[in-house]
């Protein structure tokens, strides 16, 4: 009788623990990515000559809400290289800001003080990425 309830309930215990298969549930959030050209004209200055921006819009179609999504910014001077913002280059510190309705491109000295000219006519690149919560 011993055996035979030890039997039952060593195979009742594999029966429990052994059937439950575990998934590893992924989801996948995609990017999306927005060229631009940023002509020569394009670029504003309200100090003289020390810093320049340039507004990069948003479309109805991009998708990105402030709040939680991110933004990568890339810049190219030739050749379809894209390098990623900031940075400097020739003496031009690049940085960006973002709100929701732009990204806002900004240049100025490396050395934050002398005046600069901007670029001629440059592509960027914006990876904006969706965060799902």
């Known amino acids: 009788m011993k055996k035979l309830l030890i039997l039952f309930f060593g195979l009742s215990i594999l029966g429990v623990s052994g059937c439950r298969k575990v998934v590893n549930e992924y989801y996948d959030t995609p990017n999306q990515t927005v060229y631009y050209t940023i002509n020569a004209n394009t670029w504003v ?3 003289g ?3 320049y921006t340039a507004n990069l819009t948003f479309q109805n179609t991009d998708i990105y ?3 939680s999504d991110g933004v990568l910014v890339y810049i190219s001077f030739a050749n379809g290289v894209y ?3 900031p940075q400097t280059y020739f003496g031009i510190s690049y940085s960006y800001e973002v709100d929701n309705q732009r ?3 900004r240049i100025q000295s490396s050395d934050g003080v002398g ?3 901007p670029p001629g006519s440059i592509s960027a690149k914006l990876i904006l990425i ?3 919560q």
């Open 49 to 51: 000559g020390k810093t």
């Open 83 to 85: 390098e990623p913002v």
């Open 65 to 67: 809400v402030n709040t």
């Open 130 to 132: 969706p965060s799902k």
């Open 103 to 105: 990204v806002r491109l």
């Open 115 to 117: 005046t600069i000219t």
């Open 45 to 47: 200055t309200s100090d």
